[in-house]
Every structure is written in structure tokens, then in C-alpha cells.
């Protein structure tokens, strides 16, 4: 391998792994629009340790996940991460 290929997979690395860092992009699907804040919904104002109990829809536990900022919470914060990103892609 020449230094010229491996520089092309070094940089397609590199933008493989960014694209994957989509800030509000909860349901990583390279977009973020409100498929993103449907996957928050049912986690929020869930801690860690905590749950929701949604009766016959099930129990909810905190998903570190949805925690955007990783602040042990899923609140306005994450959502915010979400608005302020509104319509970014990948």
C-alpha cells in the first residue's frame, strides 16, 4: 500500500466516525428532525436509575443514550441539543 492510499483511508476513517457524531441526531439516522424528538419523549426527565412506568405501553428506564449532553438527566437540555441542530445531516 502507498502513502497515497493510505492517506484516502485515513480521511474516509475520519469522516466515517464524525458522521456518526451528529450532535441531536438521537435515533443516528443522519438527520435531525423530529423523528429525534419522538425518541426523546419518552425518556424525559428521566436520572439515571430512574424509569417511567407507562402502564400498558411498559416501563421506560433512563437510556444513556437519550442523554445528549451527559448530564444524567434527559430534560430541556437534550431536547435543546436537538432544536439547535434542527435539520443537520450527515
Known sequence: MNLKMLCILLLVGIATVNAWKLNGDVNKDCYVNILDMGTLNPYWELARGQSHDFGSYGVWHYKGWADLN???VIDQLDVDMVA???????
Open 70 to 72: 451527559k448530564d444524567g
Open 84 to 90: 439547535n441542530n434542527w435539520g443537520a445531516t450527515c
